[in-house]
């Protein structure tokens, strides 16, 4: 039996070992020496990196303790600090073990001392807002304990204050750049303090921040992406699966504030990119708003939501996954009350429904179109009766209820194109990608379910009962996986998470 690999394989590890085990003595003895202890931090972050086996090397021989000490030290110069800190966030991604051994009320309260200091660098406070996020992504201790050591009030004030919007941010021109980073990190890490997993108590303290919120909607009529984006994802981790907090977020006006900025930016998604990107996020985020609750859902109508939806599906811009998520969104407004569904069919969306559900490749998206034309289906019927009326126009401005008697003609031909491919028979198809099966068994053919997602899997489940899964798995959230959520948050921190040379 050949035993070389073995052999190898300990003695790469005895190796790293000893390299470890050098670079922790070069962090002890050359405290006078801050830059070789910075090229000692670097080193290990780089041997370290998802690298478990090594983390768990470092931490026997209480590295990982030592670099914890040195990060909050009073005789080591402040990049010294930060460029600990930054290896800690390594260390803590890469080995669970570690990541709990941090996750104690000393270090946050560290934490939350270090972020209430006025005189610290700014990219020093960036990557203990980062330490934090490690520590809460997927964690539900660690969440907890940034509520009982103040970080999330902390975080939450950061939010408001270093936003680009906020009505101080052109007194920071000379540090712009570093502060919106600043900004952008607060907000993945709120997001981590509220959801991955769900976190009740974690959501009803950050409704505080939705007045701002909506003042920011109001204020920006294009606004970049990479300003836009950690608002929707803040305000979707934070409403999702929580019903108060839903309802909170519609008192504040931010739900209608949304709403009216999708209507503005929709109907330029056919011929902007970016007005498409901003509409997709808007969407996504909606999606979060409204799921799971009706009334919500059938308040948008009075803006026209879904006829702006259709708008942004027909645009070329779209890719599979963002036509996916206006589905979803579409089907939340579609089965929660009527006055969308005549909307969709007053707005001529069926068709290009009907089209999605016989012709795109993509089973998900085949699935979403059933649900979509099935909520419809009694609206489809309804224009063929006399004396159907519903509301035409947006919010306030809405025209008196007008006749249908126009529709009827389209509506009966819709109606008989739908009920065509109700009635195919099973081999026809199958023959077509089994497009007009999208049930997981035929106890479920009252209502389609969406295929499993990965991660998780989210096998026979219907689209009443995913929503809240699916639109979080669109926005970047997972529940299931520590692995694949610590990924995550490591990707969107990753645009904000400190860069050492």
């Known amino acids: 039996m050949d035993s070389r690999p073995t052999v190898v394989c300990t003695s790469n590890r005895n190796t790293v070992r000893t390299d470890l085990s050098l670079l922790l003595e070069c962090l002890k003895f050359q405290m006078k020496s801050p830059d070789l202890q910075k090229q000692a931090l670097l080193t290990i972050h780089s041997i370290c990196e998802k690298r478990e086996d090594n983390v768990d090397l470092l931490r026997e021989m209480g590295g990982v303790a030592f670099v914890y000490n040195l990060s909050k030290s009073s005789i080591v110069r402040s990049d010294v600090k930060e460029t600990a800190l930054f290896t800690l966030c390594t260390l803590a991604e890469a080995n669970v073990y570690c990541k709990n051994s941090l996750c104690r009320k000393e270090t946050f309260a560290d934490l939350a001392s270090l972020l209430v200091e006025e005189d610290i660098p700014l990219t020093q406070k960036r990557v203990s807002v980062y330490l934090l996020s490690v520590l809460v992504a997927n964690n539900k201790s660690g969440q907890t304990l940034s509520q009982t050591t103040s970080c999330l009030d902390i975080l939450l004030d950061l939010f408001r204050t270093t936003s680009p919007l906020s009505a101080g ?19 993945s890490a709120l997001c981590g303090c509220v959801n991955n997993p769900q976190n009740e108590e974690g959501q009803r303290i950050c409704v505080a921040a939705f007045p701002v919120i909506k003042v920011w909607l109001q204020q920006i009529a294009l606004p970049p992406t990479e300003i836009f984006q950690p608002i929707c994802s803040f305000i979707a981790m934070t409403v999702a699966n929580n019903s108060c907090v839903q309802e909170s977020f519609s008192a504040s006006g931010g739900l209608d504030t949304l709403t009216l900025a999708l209507a503005r930016l929709a109907s330029a998604a056919d011929t902007s990119l970016l007005s498409c990107q901003l509409s997709v996020t808007i969407s996504k985020t909606l999606s979060a708003c409204i799921t799971e609750n009706s009334s919500l859902a059938s308040g948008l109508a009075q803006y026209g939501v879904v006829s702006h939806l259709f708008s942004l599906l027909a645009s070329p811009h779209l890719d599979h996954e963002e036509r996916l998520s206006v589905l979803l969104t579409m089907g939340h407004c579609t089965e929660a ?14 068709p290009l429904i009907i089209t999605l559900l016989t012709e795109d490749t993509s089973e998900e998206v085949r699935k979403a179109a059933t649900f979509i034309l099935q909520t419809c289906k009694q609206a489809t019927m309804s224009m063929g009766v006399p004396d159907v009326k519903v509301r035409h126009g947006e919010g ?3 025209d008196p209820f007008i006749n249908m ?14 009920d065509q491919l109700e009635k195919r028979p099973a081999k026809e198809a199958e023959d077509e990608q089994e497009v007009l099966h ?3 068994s035929s106890e479920e053919r009252g209502q389609p379910s969406l295929p499993p997602a990965s991660p998780p899997p989210l096998q026979q489940e219907s689209f009443r009962s995913i929503p809240t899964a699916y639109t979080l798995k669109l926005l970047g959230g997972d529940d299931n996986n520590n692995r694949e959520a610590e990924s995550r948050t490591q990707q969107t921190m990753s645009c904000s998470s400190p860069q050492h040379q």
């Open 405 to 418: 008697e126009s529709f009827k003609s389209s509506a009966k031909e819709l109606l008989r194109r739908i």
């Open 438 to 440: 999208p049930f997981d």
């Open 396 to 398: 306030k401005h809405a």
């Open 169 to 187: 941010a052109s007194l920071r021109a000379a540090n712009a750049t570093q502060t919106f980073q600043l900004w952008a990190s607060v907000s």
């Open 337 to 350: 009350s009527e006055e969308h569904q005549f909307q969709l069919v007053q707005c001529g969306g069926l």
